[in-house]
């Protein structure tokens, strides 16, 4: 959730701004534990959500394990060398398979309980003294099948049995990114952040840059808060989306400690998109902003209503990393004084929203996108279902 995103402009040409009379959701939405229940179950299990990257897994046998609210998740390259997502947990007697975060040279996964034995395409291939046992059938007691795609060189799974393919969520988001070939990026540094905040403050905080000019001095200086504009307002049906892009100031080049860079230009750029950084979250937990010289993601998973992880990903051209002056501390430690500001001001949102009497607030002009979140977020919840 770096610390902008889209909002400069404020309305879109043309646009009433009847919506501006509306108001924030009330503080307990931030609060609740049965909340955060309905939203892991309306959002996070029923979205497409950025999870890794390809190159993680490059071999038959490597793995990564993800936990998403109460969902423990195997992601694994099989003997094909296709990538395959599975519930982490043993048919037998629900135990979670694998500990570790990430591994590699699996040849099958092995329950720590009472050894059934798995193979890499999810079937059971051994369970012991079960011969006896009437109606039971190897085939029936599989691992669960989690939904797996591969798009921009990044991993993405969905929760849902019933999911619609990636391209019905993201579609025109992953249209925009197809001149630039993000898929050869390789991964710099991740940070990871533990914050005292729900998260949705911090998709809130994301969608504008109102907080700008008093909260990121840094940042203000290279991008003015009142440059660039919104230009994605996606919801679903056309894809959870939105954001825009931010210009820079003057002869500034990137969003580093100095706001110049001597790292080429991506390919893909073109003269008007190296004077810009473009800023999208993808609804419900990545924010994803494209720089001329580096790809900069993070990824926000609440472990409770007051709590979130982020981890914050940043990605580079193999050709810059391969010379021998490649140095990202520019680029990464802007952000993490940057991120920081967000992560304080968010805490203090969290602490705030807990007063008995505030019940909402109003939106300015400058928080267009966080109206788009907030009324996407109030009609999903609504609904009984999916």
Excluded at 71 to 99: A, W
Excluded at 220 to 246: L, V
Excluded at 358 to 368: D, I, L, M
Aim: net charge negative; glycine share 10%; aromatic share 12%.
């Amino acid at each position: 959730m770096s610390a902008l995103a889209s909002g400069r402009k404020g309305v879109r040409p043309g646009e009433p701004t009847g919506h501006l009379t509306g108001t924030t959701p009330d503080g307990h939405v931030y609060q609740d534990e049965g909340v955060l229940r309905t939203e892991l179950d309306r959002f996070y299990y029923r979205s497409w959500l950025l999870v890794g990257r390809a190159e993680q897994i490059p071999k038959t046998g490597d793995y990564l394990t993800r936990t998403i609210g109460t969902e423990d998740i195997i992601l694994l390259r099989d003997k094909e060398g296709q990538v395959r997502g599975f519930q982490n947990v043993c048919r037998h007697r629900g135990t979670q398979l694998l500990e570790a975060p990430c591994g590699s040279g699996l040849r099958s996964i092995v329950c720590p309980y009472h050894a059934w034995t798995y193979g890499l395409d999810g079937q059971l291939q051994g369970a012991g003294h079960m011969q006896a046992v009437q109606g039971f059938r190897k085939k029936d007691n599989g691992l669960f099948p989690v939904h797996v795609e591969s798009a921009a060189g990044f991993l993405w799974i969905n929760l849902d049995p019933n999911a619609a393919p990636l391209r019905a969520q993201l579609g025109p988001f992953l249209d925009r990114m197809a001149r630039f070939p993000l898929a050869q990026l390789r991964p710099g540094p991740t940070h990871t952040y533990d914050i005292e905040a729900n998260w949705k403050l911090l998709v809130e905080n994301y969608s504008e840059c109102y907080h700008c000019a008093p909260i990121h001095p840094e940042l203000n200086r290279i991008t003015p808060y009142m440059t660039g504009d919104n230009d994605a307002f996606f919801t679903e049906g056309e894809g959870q989306f939105a954001g825009g892009y931010q210009t820079f100031a003057g002869d500034y080049t990137s969003m580093t400690m100095t706001g110049y860079t001597r790292r080429s230009p991506l390919p893909g750029m073109t003269d008007e998109d190296r004077k810009r950084i473009y800023y999208y979250v993808l609804w419900p937990n990545t924010f994803f902003s494209l720089h001329p010289d580096y790809l900069m993601v993070h990824s926000t998973w609440p472990t409770s209503p007051s709590r979130s992880r982020v981890e914050n990903s940043f990605y580079f051209d193999p050709r810059e990393m391969a010379k021998p002056d490649f140095d990202p501390s520019d680029a990464v430690g802007v952000w993490d004084i940057i991120n920081k500001q967000d992560w304080h001001v968010c805490e203090l949102a969290q602490k705030g929203t807990q007063t008995r009497n505030w019940h909402g607030g109003r939106y300015s002009e400058q928080e267009t996108l966080v109206w788009d979140f907030d009324a996407y977020y109030q009609d999903r919840m609504a609904r009984d279902g999916p």
